[in-house]
């Protein structure tokens, strides 16, 4: 995927969702898989009781347009980072530092 569309993807998904959606996909985007259970497990650890997130917003995760079921409970998130020829991560800024 290319920075430009990946940039507008992200920026679509914050405009739904939040920054503190966005903060909460960052880290969620760290594991390979992602399934109910470790998505819980990261909102409690990240951001519970420290940004207002509900638990409603696991499942728009999981259902958003940013991850894809791949088995019964079992996600992936879509690619937003890629590398060019020399390395380099050609991704949003933000995305970046995590």
């Known amino acids: 995927m290319s920075p430009v569309i990946a940039e507008r993807r992200l920026k679509q998904f914050q405009q739904k969702f939040g920054e503190a959606m966005v903060e909460f996909a960052t ?3 760290l594991p390979v898989v992602l399934n109910s259970e470790l998505v819980h497990l ?3 650890n ?3 009781p420290y940004k207002s997130i509900s638990y409603f917003t ?3 995760f999981l259902l958003s347009s940013f991850c ?3 088995g019964e409970d079992l996600y992936e998130m ?3 980072l890629s590398l060019d020829d020399n390395g380099n991560i ?3 800024s933000y995305l970046k530092t995590v």
Do not use: D, N
């Open 58 to 60: 696991e499942a728009e």
């Open 90 to 92: 050609l991704a949003p």
């Open 27 to 29: 880290h969620a985007a």
């Open 42 to 44: 990261l909102r409690l």
């Open 68 to 70: 894809r079921e791949i």
């Open 78 to 80: 879509i690619k937003l």
């Open 46 to 48: 990240f951001f519970y």
